[in-house]
């Protein structure tokens, strides 16, 4: 089941970072030029 396909999305998404407070994630989007689109990872900030 896909929850969210963003895969033909061309900017950031702007999420909310989650959870508020210590030990949050937030989305970083770039271009891969070998997989010929977006490419969008999730980071964890401690």
């Not at 969210?4 to 891969?32: I, K, N, Y």
């Amino acid at each position: 089941e896909t929850l969210l396909d963003t895969r033909l999305e061309t900017s950031e998404l702007r999420w909310t970072v989650h959870p508020p407070g210590e030990g949050q994630w937030e989305e970083l989007s770039a271009l891969d030029a070998e997989l010929g689109g977006a490419v969008r990872t999730f980071e964890v900030c401690s």
